[in-house]
C-alpha cells in the first residue's frame, strides 16, 4: 500500500519528434519533480531547456538502470517525486525504466502514467489495417536466421502485427517477411512521424520492399512497420485443425514430405506450412496418434 509521505514515480512521455505534442500535464511534471531519470540526459536536457525548465537530471540507461534504480526507490520512500522519461516517446516500449518501474511498485510507491506519443500507436491509428487486436513485436533480431525464425512464429499470427526497425535494417527485414510471410499481405511503413521528412507509404509488402528498394526511398530517419495479420488462417479454429495436422503428419515422416502433404490436403501456402512445421518439429515432440 502507498504510504502518505512517499513520492511518485511519474512515467512521462516525451514527443517522437514534433515538440509540440508535448502535452502542458507533462511539462508540469517535469517542472515539479525533484528529479527527472533520463535515458539520455543531453538529450533531454535540450527539452527541457526548450521549455525553461530546470529540474535535475540523472542518467538511467540500459546499461546502469539495474545499478542505480535502489537508489531512486530510496529517494522514492523519503519523500521525493520522480519522473522517469526516455529519449523520444513512451517509457519502457522499446526503452528502458522496466527495472524501476517494477521495483518502485514492489516497493508500494505509486506509479502515474503521464501518456503522450508512442510511434507504434501513432503508425496503428493511420494504418488502415485492423486495431481490434494487434501484436507489437519491438525490434526484431538482426541476425538473419534468429529474424527468419521469429517471422516464422508469427506467420499464421491473425493480429496486424507492428514492428520497430532501424532503416538500415529495413530492406533486409521486407525481404525475409516476404519470404516468411508471403508477399501480397498489406503493410505500412511510417518513417519520420511527427517529422519534417514524415512519410507514410502501404501497399503489399513485395510493393514496399520495391520502394525500398528503389532511389526515390529516403533511408534516414526512424521506422514502424505495420503487418496485415494472416487472414488464411483466420478463424481459430482452422489454425488449431493445421497445427494438430502438422503435428500428427510429423510423428510419421520428415518436415519437407508432412509439408507436400499438408499442402495437398489444405491448399494452403508452402513456405507458411513449412515454416510453421519447423517452428513445430523443434517446440514440440511429435503427438502420439
Ligand atoms: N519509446 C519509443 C516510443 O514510444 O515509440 C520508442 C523507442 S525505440 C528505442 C525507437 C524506435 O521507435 C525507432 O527505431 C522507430 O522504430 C520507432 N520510432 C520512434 N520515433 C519514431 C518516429 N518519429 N517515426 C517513426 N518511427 C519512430
Redesign the pocket.
Known sequence: MTKMNQGILYVV?TP??NLDDMSPRARRTLAEVALIAAEDTRHTGMLLSHFGIRTPLIAMHEHNEAQKTPMLVEKLLAGFSLALV??????????PGFNLVRAARAAGIRVIPIPG???????LSVSGLPTDRFVFEG?LPSKAVARRKRLAELATDTRTLV?????HRLKESLSDMVQMLGGERHSLI??????LH?EICDGTLTQLLDQVESDSFAIQ????LVVAGDTQFSPAETTLDIERLLKILLTAMPVKQAVVLAVKITGLNKNQLYQKALVLSEKNPPEEV
Open positions: 512521455a517522437i519528434g526516455s529519449d523520444a516517446g513512451t517509457p519502457l516500449i522499446s526503452d506519443a508512442c510511434a507504434l500507436i501513432a503508425a525490434f514492428f520497430y526497425e532501424s532503416i511510417a518513417r519520420e512521424i511527427t517529422k514524415e530517419g526512424e521506422v514502424v
